[in-house]
């Protein structure tokens, strides 16, 4: 079967968990099938080149392209991306396409497979689709339950570049200027309101129509998009695989102090500062360690709000790094504030038999059975996840009676093999 895989980045460059799931998929269906992958690299400068070649052995053509605002309201479209797919599309022939995020790329993209007579599933790994800022997350770092115009404008003018236009001048020179700027900042306003408002709904429901089959990893982002409009019966539920065997053979090394961590994306809306705050009020020995890529400026904000002398920065944690890591882990904590739509790193976990610590949202309260699995917490609370690392701390004994009652994650055999039956479900009705 000839399979085309559509996503917005993929590794190297690309780390986040639609990329990991994406190559692992990938790399399990090259075994028995022709892969090929469309995504886009990241180039501020937009050089509009096109690179073509592979990936530990996964064919790809990527577009390098630079990521764009809602100060340009109708950046989710791209006729340069909707050209060079249809010609991907006409040089391949792909049999079935699986988009696994469109971020980046276009939105007409399962519409243009529609009209080539392709089917398509899509996977959603997030909420981007239904919240223009991904995670349901406003400005101001608070969730954020459903769709709202007003609100989702507002949540953008952080995004929105208005003019501001010198002062100087005479008074009435200042102001003309004045009256100009107003009627600019007014124009932009009201082209974001019909961007987010119209214009982007619109093709989010020709996204919805075009597509065969949406695949929810979890059944509460199932539940948030049945709720936000998507047929109950277009989408299913199929928990995301994992390559097992990178580390199943993990075995931790003794240690007279518990080791705590966090591994993800080094931003707010992962958490990491209530993780910090929280940590602040353990006493030592005990340790946290940072897994994830840092900028100059996030090193700088992480230095002066750290306070625990046991808390360090590992800096990004490489796949091929991570059974190490784990062999060093005993807690691992998710303390995410935004509402999880997965989460491969409680996967991680659980196949290195690793007790978790979540907040209690999304697809985290989900998986995780609190008091059995690990703990849950309420999101965002610092002084209740202090109380619940200081449960493993009182009770060393702890750990070992969670790691006994892990569930195990299913393979990314396994779980290929559901894809493709899915595949061929899709071929068999066009």
């Not at 609190?370 to 619940?388: A, C």
Request: hydrophobic share 40%; charged share 25%; glycine share 6%.
């Amino acid at each position: 079967m000839k399979i085309l895989q559509v996503v917005h980045y993929f590794p190297p460059l690309g780390r986040g968990g639609a990329e990991l799931y994406t190559y692992q998929l990938s790399k399990e269906l090259l075994e028995s099938h022709d892969i090929r992958l469309f995504f886009t690299i990241p180039d501020d400068n937009y050089s509009g080149e096109i690179e073509e070649g592979s990936y530990n052995g996964i064919p790809y053509r990527a577009l390098k392209k630079n990521y764009c605002t809602f100060d340009k309201p109708f950046h989710e479209r791209s006729s340069w991306v909707e050209r060079e797919f249809s010609k991907t599309l006409d040089s391949f022939k792909p049999d079935i396409i699986h988009f696994q995020h469109l971020s980046n790329l276009s939105l007409a993209l399962p519409f243009l497979a529609k009209k080539a007579g392709v089917p398509c599933c899509f996977t959603l790994h997030d909420f981007w689709l239904l919240c223009p800022r991904t995670f349901f997350l406003n400005s101001a770092m608070k969730i954020c339950d459903s769709y709202s115009l007003p609100r989702c404008v507002d949540c953008m003018q952080d995004q929105i570049e208005y003019y501001t236009l010198s002062s100087k001048g005479f008074w009435a020179e200042r102001f003309a200027k004045h009256c100009a700027k107003l009627c600019l900042n007014v124009k932009k306003k009201l082209t974001v309101l019909l961007s987010i408002g119209l214009w982007r709904i619109y093709w989010i429901k020709k996204i919805f129509k075009a597509v065969d089959v949406f695949i929810a990893p979890s059944q509460f982002l199932r539940t948030r998009f049945v709720r936000h409009g998507l047929s109950p019966q277009k989408i299913i539920f199929i928990p995301h695989g994992y390559n097992t065997k990178i580390l199943s053979g993990v075995k931790k090394t003794p240690s007279q102090v518990l080791r705590f961590a966090f591994i993800g994306t080094m931003q707010f809306h992962k958490g990491i500062y209530v993780l910090i705050d929280a940590f602040n009020g353990v006493a030592g020995p005990h340790e946290l360690r940072l897994y994830g890529s840092v900028t100059p400026q996030l090193s700088d904000d992480l230095k002066k709000r750290i306070k625990n002398p046991h808390v360090f920065v590992m800096g990004e944690l490489r796949e091929e790094d991570k059974p190490t890591a784990f062999s060093e882990i005993d807690v691992l904590i998710v303390p995410s504030i935004c509402c999880e739509s997965y989460s491969l790193v409680i996967n991680e976990a659980f196949i290195t038999k690793t007790p978790v610590i979540v907040s209690d949202i999304g697809a985290m309260a989900e998986r995780v059975k609190d008091g059995e699995y690990g703990f849950t917490f309420p999101v965002g609370n610092v002084e209740k996840l202090t109380e619940k690392i200081q449960l493993f701390i009182n009770d060393f004994g702890l750990k070992n009676s969670l790691e006994s009652h892990l569930p195990e994650v299913q393979s990314i055999e396994t779980h290929a093999e559901e894809i493709v039956k899915l595949y061929s479900t899709l071929c068999k009705m066009e």
